[in-house]
């Protein structure tokens, strides 16, 4: 598994940079703009897990391989939780191109990517 801190996804749309040693590396990118998105390009996957921040107010995201929606996480929970996995489904297949998150409602704070490359 390959973990990706946010600092090595790209971003579209306005996102903030909060610090604080409860997100993975110290920081994270916090977004309340609809259609904003991050990104990784070059990736070769065959598993991916969203690292996130979940807690009572937040919203949800969709997960594109390339375009295409292969899934939508709700990171709404009781309790605010940082440092949450969350499985991205992509059926075992084998996957290379671009992995993007995209806000779906707001607002959401994206830590990183974990990839199991192949």
Request: glycine fraction near 10%; hydrophobic fraction near 30%.
């Amino acid at each position: 598994m390959v973990p990706l801190d946010q600092t090595n996804l790209r971003t579209n749309g306005t996102w903030t940079s909060p610090r604080s040693s409860s997100y993975y590396m110290g920081s994270a990118a916090r977004t309340t703009a609809r259609g904003a998105s991050i990104h990784r390009t070059g990736t070769r996957t065959d598993a991916v897990w969203l690292l996130a921040t979940t807690c009572p107010t937040c919203g949800k995201v969709e997960v594109l391989d390339d375009g295409v929606r292969v899934a939508t996480i709700d990171l709404r929970t009781s309790t605010t939780r940082h440092r949450q996995l969350r499985s991205v489904p992509l059926g075992g297949a084998r996957r290379s191109g671009t992995i993007t998150i995209s806000l779906g409602s707001a607002p959401v704070t994206v830590d990183g990517l974990a990839l199991r490359s192949y």
